[in-house]
């Protein structure tokens, strides 16, 4: 990866001038360096990657070019002139908007009324509610919404909202937008969607950064790629010019072959398996599906989105999509050689299955509790005496899972919420741990967690499985299913197409089995 260019090196190279441009801007917090003489130019008609770890520096760059935070040295530059922001207000003004994680509708207003919210225009003097709704309609119909400038902001979905929030962007016609991990709370079939728009923005000709730890997404989006590291820029290039181990090895200092664990020799397994599935069926989910996972063994999931991995894993924690609950989930579920009826979650915990879903924030934590609450959900009797809960007693199981864990956070009685997607899935991981279990589902497990916390992750799933538990791994990020699995199993349409031993499979098999390139006949993952 090549350093960062010049700030001026557009005149000289041709390339078009930033419509928005920091030079040498460091910002400190007392004594604590956040940037540190950072330089970067974002140009107009381009979807530009910002990309580092947390604590890289990115929402602080983020901060200082939206007016939030003063810059403590270094200049911003709009349009090749030197600027000074107030208030972010400024920065609207001169069309530099930030679309943050945390969406900024008003649900009790239309979506007309967010868009205009501050700026309501006037027509004799009064309120002009039919020019809101034209303008309104005319940005949502450019972005291919299915819902009108009518529609209360809170009767929307995640993804319909954040639409929303691009068309308020679009509304104060916008040079630069900034997007802060933009697919953090989008479900998977959500995701084309929003890159579409993106793209069309850039068509348009807006600047966008584009900000996430999705390597894939940023790979397929962004025209050029920025990676930070402890408040520096490392560098700025062409995506076409560089790579992702390239893009990792600037954000963590090792390559992406570097991130996975090695490997423990595989041994010699007389005892049943731990989890054993044969001719489990789910109408319009999957279909005869047989697989079987070790003790001490990452059986990898690979597929497309809608390939049937998620219901596979639901209906094996007894929480099948639809049609009729568990009870219309057919085959065989064994756990060490014994069938079990998997009715319920209940079922499914007393079998020794845990889950850890794709959705972590709304399947998997109750955000407004401490971790302590959270890590004692699956156990609240076991921690209880006489029916009534043992505060120490859960206090001290959940010191005991932020310690075995590297959970980051103040106290036990921190909000979950107030954590970072790293520590927010390391408690996920702590309440089943700390439950105990025999057989870890593991839907998506780092989506949305930066690099480091990535490496953490996988360490102590090597960890897991050498003292002896079971993971079933779904990913579609195909170097962490092909880097941590032992074996490897790939689904399309509901059914297993391809079994392999990780040493025999390429991601470029992967993917063509799970596009249908090869006609195969049902395979079983045993």
Same mark, same amino acid.
């Given at each position: 990866m090549t350093a960062a260019p010049s700030p001026d090196s557009?005149?000289?190279?041709?390339?078009?001038?930033? &419509?928005?441009?920091?030079?040498? &801007?460091?910002?400190?917090?007392?004594?604590?360096?956040a940037l540190t003489d950072v330089s970067v130019g974002f140009r107009r008609g381009e979807i530009h990657g910002l990309v580092g770890e947390n604590g890289a520096g990115?929402?602080?760059?983020?901060?200082?070019?939206?007016?939030?935070?003063p810059p403590d040295a270094g200049e911003i530059l709009v349009d090749g002139r030197a600027v000074s922001f107030g208030a972010p207000a400024?920065?609207?003004?001169?069309?530099?908007v930030?679309?943050?994680?945390?969406?900024?509708? &008003?649900?009790?207003?239309s979506i007309a009324a967010n868009l205009f919210l501050g700026h309501e225009p006037r027509r004799l003097g009064m309120l002009d509610e039919r020019g809101m709704r034209r303008r309104t309609n005319e940005l949502l119909r450019r972005l291919g919404a299915g819902f009108d400038a009518g529609r209360l902001a809170g009767e929307l979905s995640v993804a319909d909202q954040q639409l929303a929030e691009i068309a308020r962007a679009l509304n104060r016609r916008s040079q630069l937008i900034v997007m802060d991990e933009p697919t953090a709370a989008l479900p998977a079939e959500a995701h084309e969607n929003l890159f579409r728009v993106v793209r069309s923005l850039r068509e348009h000709g807006t600047a966008v950064v584009y900000i996430s730890h999705e390597l894939p997404d940023v790979f397929g989006l962004c025209d050029r790629i920025t990676v930070m590291k402890d408040g520096r820029l490392v560098a700025t290039t062409e995506t076409a010019e560089t790579t992702r181990d390239e893009v990792i090895r600037g954000m963590v200092g090792r390559r992406l072959g570097e991130?996975?664990?090695?490997?423990?020799?595989?041994?010699?397994?007389?005892?049943?398996?731990?989890?054993?599935?044969?001719?489990?069926?789910?109408?319009?989910?999957?279909?005869?599906?047989?697989?079987r996972v070790e003790r001490g063994e990452v059986l990898g999931l690979a597929g497309l989105v809608g390939s049937g991995r998620t219901s596979l894993a639901r209906a094996l924690f007894g929480n099948p999509p639809g049609f009729g609950g568990p009870r219309a989930v057919r085959g065989t579920i064994k756990v060490h050689g014994r069938a079990v009826?998997?009715?319920?979650?209940?079922?499914?915990?007393?079998?020794?299955?845990?889950?850890?879903?794709?959705?972590r924030k709304t399947d998997g934590l109750a955000l407004e509790l401490g971790i302590a609450d959270n890590i004692a959900l699956p156990q609240l009797r076991e921690l209880a005496a006489h029916g009534i809960t043992r505060r120490g007693r859960e206090l001290r199981t959940a010191e005991e899972q932020m310690e075995a864990?590297?959970?980051?956070?103040?106290?036990v009685t921190t909000e979950t919420g107030n954590l970072s997607g790293g520590n927010q899935q390391k408690v996920v991981l702590g309440k089943w741990l700390s439950r105990g279990c025999d057989v870890l589902l593991l839907d998506e497990p780092t989506r949305g967690i930066d690099i480091g916390a990535k490496v953490e992750i996988y360490n102590l799933l090597r960890r897991l499985t050498g003292d002896g538990l079971a993971i079933l791994l779904i990913s579609s990020d195909m170097p962490e299913v092909l880097g941590l699995s032992d074996r490897l199993a790939v689904?399309?349409?509901?059914?297993?197409?391809?079994?392999?031993?990780?040493?025999?499979?390429?991601?470029?098999?992967?993917?063509?089995?799970?596009?249908?390139?090869?006609?195969?006949?049902? &395979?079983?993952a045993a």
């Open positions: 557009a005149a000289t190279t041709g390339a078009p001038a930033p &419509v928005v441009e920091v030079r040498g &801007v460091s910002k400190r917090f007392g004594v604590v360096p990115k929402s602080t760059l983020t901060k200082i070019i939206a007016g939030a935070y400024a920065a609207l003004d001169l069309g530099i930030v679309i943050y994680q945390e969406l900024s509708l &008003v649900p009790e207003l991130l996975f664990p090695a490997r423990r020799p595989r041994r010699a397994e007389s005892a049943p398996p731990a989890l054993e599935v044969e001719g489990l069926s789910l109408s319009k989910h999957f279909a005869n599906v047989g697989l009826k998997i009715r319920g979650v209940r079922d499914a915990i007393r079998a020794g299955i845990a889950y850890v879903p794709e959705a864990l590297s959970i980051r956070a103040p106290s689904m399309r349409r509901g059914r297993i197409v391809g079994a392999f031993d990780h040493s025999d499979v390429s991601e470029e098999d992967v993917i063509r089995l799970a596009l249908g390139a090869e006609e195969v006949p049902d &395979v079983d």
